[in-house]
């Protein structure tokens, strides 16, 4: 959704105004591998000063979090989500940036009617909140991300004159 309302070229990667979008081709509990192999990749291939301003921003559905409701971090617990879990075991607690998009919480605590719940489609009263809500703030906070990176960056060189 991101990407279409941000005119993003198609395919894979697809890069614009220096963000590069990684939509996983895998199941979210596989998506560590990905993350490793890419970030290994696009790294290698930066100068230092790009790097210092690169961040990797994993984005994820949140069951405890409101339906449209976000949450930015660095590092935490994976709280039982096997997506980020499996982003940490290969990058470590602290090495991507998490934006968590709330989804709402199941009424049951079914593992299986819980599964059935996060990997099923939006309504669409609920895909509108996304929409209108998320977009916006989601935007925002990408665009707070990547400002901070390169102050960061910006810091970490005025540091070394």
């Not at 819980?114 to 809500?133: D, I, R």
């Amino acid at each position: 959704m991101y990407a279409e309302r941000m005119k993003f070229p198609k395919g894979w990667p697809s890069t614009k105004d220096n963000i590069t979008l990684y939509p996983s081709k895998n199941y979210m509990n596989d998506s560590g591998k990905l993350l490793g192999k890419v970030q290994s990749q696009y790294l290698s291939s930066l100068t230092p000063m790009e790097k210092a301003k690169a961040a990797c921003i994993v984005v994820h559905d949140e069951l405890e979090l409101d339906l449209g409701k976000l949450r930015y971090r660095i590092g935490g617990s994976h709280k039982g989500h096997n997506g980020v879990r499996s982003c940490q075991a290969v990058l470590g607690k602290e090495g991507f940036h998490r934006i968590s998009v709330g989804i709402g919480r199941c009424e049951s605590r079914s593992s299986q009617e819980v599964a059935s719940f996060v990997l099923g489609k939006l309504k669409p009263n609920e895909m509108k909140v996304v929409e209108t809500k998320v977009f916006d703030e989601f935007s925002s906070l990408l665009n707070q991300i990547l400002s901070e990176k390169n102050e960061q960056s910006s810091d970490n060189q005025g540091n070394k004159k």
